[in-house]
């Protein structure tokens, strides 16, 4: 069984940072691809940053020189350094490999 466990969200100003993370178990870590996704009050669902198991990594052109994503494939754990943030940002912010998401994680920009 495959599983996925964001931690991390929470209320930040505009400027700061939070650092996300994505838990997995039941899958081969180090071998496969992760990606975080977000969505917005009324809005898709979209992409923000990828990593695949060779550590090739993408980003939208939102976040680009913004986000981070990087792995620990000791802790099978997925993380996502959040700098700069802005009102745009806020969105619930889920975990996904293969078929299979996180609940999601809130991510609230405010002042």
């Known amino acids: 069984q495959v599983h996925l466990v964001e931690s991390g969200g929470g209320l930040v100003q505009p400027g700061g940072s939070l650092r996300l993370s994505c838990t997995t178990s039941g899958i081969i870590f180090s071998s496969y691809a992760v990606d975080w996704y977000r969505q917005a009050p009324g809005k898709q669902r979209e992409l923000v940053a990828g990593?695949?198991?060779?550590?090739?990594?993408s980003y939208s052109d939102s976040v680009k020189g913004r986000f981070t994503i990087s792995r620990d494939n000791a802790k099978k754990t997925v993380y996502l350094q959040m700098n700069s943030l802005t009102p745009e940002d806020t969105a619930d912010y889920y975990c996904h490999h293969d078929l299979f998401w996180g609940q999601g994680t809130q991510v609230t920009v405010s002042s």
């Open positions: 990593i695949t198991g060779d550590d090739i990594t």
